[in-house]
Every structure is written in structure tokens, then in C-alpha cells.
């Protein structure tokens, strides 16, 4: 089904979750079988009865960097934010902004940090595509330490209108967070914790790790009548020949690869595009939907998306379009949490 309109769904404000539990572990896990149709709850401290020996779990390790800026135009004092998205070799910032009026080239924006003690000016240089500037930052350095002093966590608009709380800078990042580069988490992620893991480890269920730092595109709808004409965003990921060899034994041995997120799906398919998995290292703007033949996952754990989203088609595609539908409108029925701080879907 290519017609947008066919991924949208009505959502009860009150089921966006605005905070994440206390306990990672204790969301509760809507398991969907693909074989019996059958839907389960449960939670996610119950994920090992859901796995068997043999089996690996695949999760993100990207790490979500503190990209979101906030400030005021020096000219004007209006109100400015804005969303780092990249630096060039010159330490030449690309940044995505907004405000009320017309921005100038040469203005300068003083960025103020969260808790008001860090400042760093933007000097505008260039207008680029899409809201996009080409900004110098003042005084000149390495884009990640200034963003640590003067960022701000990068929620979702969903969650408090994007206004964090000092509690966000640990919430909003995996426990297993490596690679900094995201400007969202990969938030199937966010419900692990070691205790978890150890568990995991006790029922002789591996882990491998690959990485995909999640773009400005996870923000942004698709705005394509149908989604065949939709442009995918293109983000960075890797997978290493080492985790490949294991993922191969890992289907040697009969065990299932169960990807955590859909940014560990879309990481694993464009490395197996031949057919066969791969070591990759690049940009991918694969975009899943039916027709799809996946080749490199088995089960899917994953949040609730949001309506009309490259994510939800992905879902979909995976899990079957209808069973997936009814799923969700189980969620929604039983009071599900959605979205980033939201509960979790085991698809098996």
C-alpha cells in the first residue's frame, strides 16, 4: 500500500510518554507472533523467556550527542533554536535553525547552555537547503567538547515540547552508548540495562553491536502524497566484518538475529543488499517497505511509532500489515505508553 494516508492512525494524547519509567526494564512488551497472530503481554525484564539459547540480539551503539542549541539573535534578541547536524575540516558548523524573521548572513547568535553557565556565539555564514545554515562557531573548536558545554539533549517534539531536564542526559541515552553522533536516540534501546543483559547472558543469548548515527530525517514527516515518491534521509552506519562472521554462526547454528530498533534493521539490510550480509561502512538511505525481502533479521524489538513515519511502514512491512494494525489498536485499547520514553513490541 503506497498511499500514506494508510499509515495513519488516532493516538490519545495521553499515551505519549513525556517521561521514561524509573526502572528501564519495567515498560511492558507487546509480543506479536507472526506465525499463530497470536498478541501477548508482557514486559521487557520478561524478554529472555521470549529468545532461546543461540540466539543474538542486535543493538545501536550510537551515542546521542547534545546537538539541540538555544539562544537569542544579537541584532533583533529574538528567540533562536537550532539542531547541529554536521562540521566540516575548516570547524564550519552546519546547523538547522529556527526563529521569527529573516536571518542575515554575518548575524551572530549568543547560544546559551541548559543551565545558563556556558555561552558560545554563531556567526551565520551561508544559507543552505531545508533550513539549513553553514554557521562558524565563536571561538573556534571541536564541534563535540563546545556542544557539551553550551548542548542541550535533543528530545522529540512530542516529549515536553523538546525541553529537557537535566535527568534527559542519562534517560535519553542507552546504557551501551558508544559511538557520539546521533541527534536521537535509538530508543528500542533505551529499555536495556545490565541487569538485563546479565540475564540475557545466563539463557546463553549473545549481543553484537552496530552503529547508525540516527539524522535529522527521524524528525522530519514524509510530506509525499505517496510514500513511494518520498526521498529517505541518508545517515551514517557500519557493521564490522567481525560481527558479521558472528551473525553468520549465529544462523549456522540455527539461532535467530533479533534486531533492537529499527535503526539496527535498516543498518543490517543495507549490509545484506547482495543478499548476503556484509561488512558496510557508509551512508544508507534505505527506505523499507513492501515489497521487502529481509536477509539479515529474524525478530524485531522496537517502540511505538508515530503515525505516518518511515519507521511505522517499517514495522509494518516486517511484521505483516494487517497483524501490526491490530496491534497497534491493542495498544491503544490496553493504554500502551507511545513513542521514545514509550513501551516496547517484540515481533517474533
Known sequence: MSVLSHYDYDLPRELIAQQPLKARQDARLLVVNRQTESIEHAYVRDLPDYLAAGDTLVLNDTRVIPARLVGRRERTNARWTGLFLSADEHGNWQVLSKTR????????????????RQELRLRL???L???VWAVRPEPMGDALPLLEKVGRVPLPPYIRDGEMTEADRQTYQTVF???PGAVAAPTAGLHFTQSLFDQLDKRGITREFVTLHVGIGT????????????????EWCSVSPETVDRLIATRARKGRIVAVGT???RTLETAAQSGKLLPFTGATNLFI?????FHAVD?????FHLPKSTLLILVRTFGGDDLIRRAYDTAIREGYRFFSYGDAMLIL
Open 289 to 293: 517497505r513492501a515489497p521487502y525481502q
Open 219 to 234: 524528525f522530519r514527516p514524509i510530506s509525499a502524497p505517496t510514500i513511494d515518491e518520498h526521498i529517505m534521509h541518508h
Open 101 to 116: 524573521g529573516k536571518l542575515e548572513p554575518g548575524e551572530a547568535i549568543a547560544i546559551v547552555s541548559w543551565d545558563v
Open 299 to 303: 525478530a524485531l524489538l522496537t517502540n
Open 129 to 131: 537547503e531545508g533550513g
Open 177 to 179: 552508548a558508544k559511538e
Open 263 to 265: 535503526t539496527t534493521v
Open 125 to 127: 555564514l551561508t544559507k
